[in-house]
């Protein structure tokens, strides 16, 4: 039977890796600075903008599950950290993005060509820090999701502004941006602690719960405030992404709400009182609401995933995150 958690929430997992968190913003600090003083600006902009810092602390969760007493655990939850970091970086680029966590992003203050190339340099501290730990398994598992959020990337680009691209597609694309990494931070775990046999299920919890977490991520952006998404409310629409709300509200709607998304989306023509009829249609088509339902689903596997590790108070704060990615569109 899969744990139900009893709250839904991290202050539970942020208290439990508390003192290995301590060790991984230090090194983050550490790692981020360089003689060119652009880089630790860039760096520093979006490092210390107040992220809640999920993926490196599965990471540490992970490993204390299993009860690893290294340093290995504060090292790859610190290039967890730089390569989602990067990831935000590239990511604003390429969307156009002009906020990021309730900021300007990087590249309105410095520039697309600064956002890019700090972010490359911090990829390329992950990888260090990756070979200090010393585990070809770890670097594999860190190197196959580097080479998967690009694809993802790609395959976004590939299907930009686009209603015909289909809920396939749209999986496919939060699967690799962002499912992959939560699913290489969980695996680091048991794989840092040596107890090989847990590696799947940890791997197919942090899937499970990235999935989950995306998609109510972009339910939000239809039913979420700009305080809680670090974000303007609608960005996504007027960005041109064609996320599973969209898709939903689309392929249920008539000629007119049809035409709606197709000004919105595929012409980004999109005023303000656009994303508030955005927000109406996707309500009343059932679309958000069955997004909410289908990141549920993925919850639930991961709280599956679960019941297969080894019951312990770490459990519980893993179990209680997965309530904390749903419950934020309540």
């Known amino acids: 039977m899969a744990p139900v958690p009893t709250h839904s929430g991290i202050d539970r997992l942020v208290e439990s890796v508390a003192d290995r968190m301590a060790e991984v913003n230090a090194l983050i600090k550490t790692h981020a600075g360089s003689d060119v003083t652009m880089i630790p600006e860039v760096a520093d902009h979006l490092i210390a903008s107040g992220g809640k810092r999920i993926r490196p602390m599965l990471t540490l969760a992970t490993a204390r599950l299993f009860g690893y007493r290294g340093e290995g655990d504060v090292k790859l939850a610190t290039a967890v950290e730089y390569m989602h970091t990067a990831t935000l970086l590239h990511d604003d680029v390429v969307d156009d993005s002009a906020m990021r966590r309730g900021k300007p992003a990087a590249r309105m203050i410095w520039g697309n060509q600064a956002s890019v190339l700090v972010g490359d340099f911090l990829l390329g501290q992950a990888f260090k820090l990756m070979v200090d730990v010393g585990s070809l398994e770890a670097?594999?598992?860190?190197?196959?999701?580097?080479?998967?959020?690009?694809?993802?990337?790609?395959?976004?680009?590939?299907?930009?502004?686009?209603?015909?691209?289909?809920?396939?597609?749209?999986?496919?694309?939060?699967?690799?941006?962002?499912?992959?990494?939560?699913?290489?931070?969980?695996?680091?775990?048991?794989?840092?602690?040596?107890?090989?046999?847990?590696?799947?299920?940890?791997?197919?919890?942090?899937?499970?719960?990235?999935?989950?977490?995306?998609?109510?991520?972009?339910?939000?952006?239809?039913?979420?405030?700009?305080?809680?998404?670090?974000?303007?409310?609608?960005?996504?629409?007027?960005?041109?992404?064609?996320?599973?709300?969209?898709?939903?509200?689309?392929?249920?709607?008539?000629?007119?709400?049809?035409?709606?998304?197709?000004?919105?989306?595929?012409?980004?023509?999109?005023?303000?009182?656009?994303?508030?009829?955005?927000?109406?249609?996707?309500?009343?088509?059932?679309?958000?609401?069955?997004?909410?339902?289908?990141?549920?689903?993925?919850?639930?596997?991961?709280?599956?995933?679960?019941?297969?590790?080894?019951d312990a108070p770490m459990r519980e704060a893993l179990s209680e995150v997965v309530g904390f990615a749903v419950a934020r569109l309540h």
């Open 139 to 310: 670097l594999d598992v860190f190197s196959s999701a580097a080479a998967t959020i690009s694809e993802g990337e790609v395959r976004q680009l590939a299907g930009a502004k686009s209603l015909a691209v289909g809920e396939e597609h749209y999986m496919a694309v939060i699967d690799a941006k962002t499912a992959a990494l939560f699913a290489a931070a969980t695996a680091a775990g048991p794989i840092l602690a040596d107890a090989p046999s847990y590696r799947p299920a940890l791997e197919s919890y942090g899937r499970n719960l990235g999935l989950a977490f995306q998609l109510i991520d972009d339910a939000l952006d239809f039913a979420g405030d700009a305080q809680t998404l670090g974000k303007n409310v609608g960005d996504d629409l007027r960005e041109g992404k064609a996320t599973l709300p969209v898709l939903l509200a689309y392929a249920r709607g008539a000629g007119d709400e049809r035409a709606f998304w197709e000004k919105c989306i595929e012409r980004g023509e999109v005023a303000d009182a656009d994303v508030l009829h955005a927000r109406d249609l996707v309500q009343a088509t059932g679309a958000l609401a069955d997004t909410q339902a289908r990141a549920q689903g993925f919850a639930d596997r991961a709280l599956g995933d679960l019941a297969t590790v080894p």
